[in-house]
C-alpha cells in the first residue's frame, strides 16, 4: 500500500502530496501493529501506538545525526522516517489513525477474539 502511494502520490493535489500522505502512513502502521496483536480489546491502544510511532518519527527529523542523516538517504529510510520536520504533518496523523479505528472496529471487530 505504502508503495503504490509512492507511485501515485505525484498526481494527487499539492496539499495531499506535501501533509496528506501521514493518513495513508498511520493506517499502515495501525494495520501492522493490529497484525501483532489483533485482539479487538487492544484497538485503542494499537491505534496510540501507530500514532505515537508517526509522531515520534516526525519530531526525530529534527535530529540530525550523521547516521540518521544517512539512513533517510535510503528509499525505506525516507519512507519510514521522512526528511523534515513540519507542524502540519501532525494532524493527518491522527487522522489516519482514527481512520484505522473506524475500519477495524467496522471490518474485523465480530471476527477478531476478544
Known sequence: MCLAYAWFRQDLPNWWRSSGGGIPY???FVTFFFALMPKRSLLGSVVGLAIAWSCTAEFLQLWQAKWLVELRYSSLGAA???????????????LGGGLGYLVFRAVFWKFSPK
Open 80 to 94: 519510514l522516517l521522512g526528511s523534515s520536520f513540519t507542524w502540519s504533518d501532525l494532524p493527518p496523523y491522527f
Open 26 to 28: 498511520t493506517f499502515f
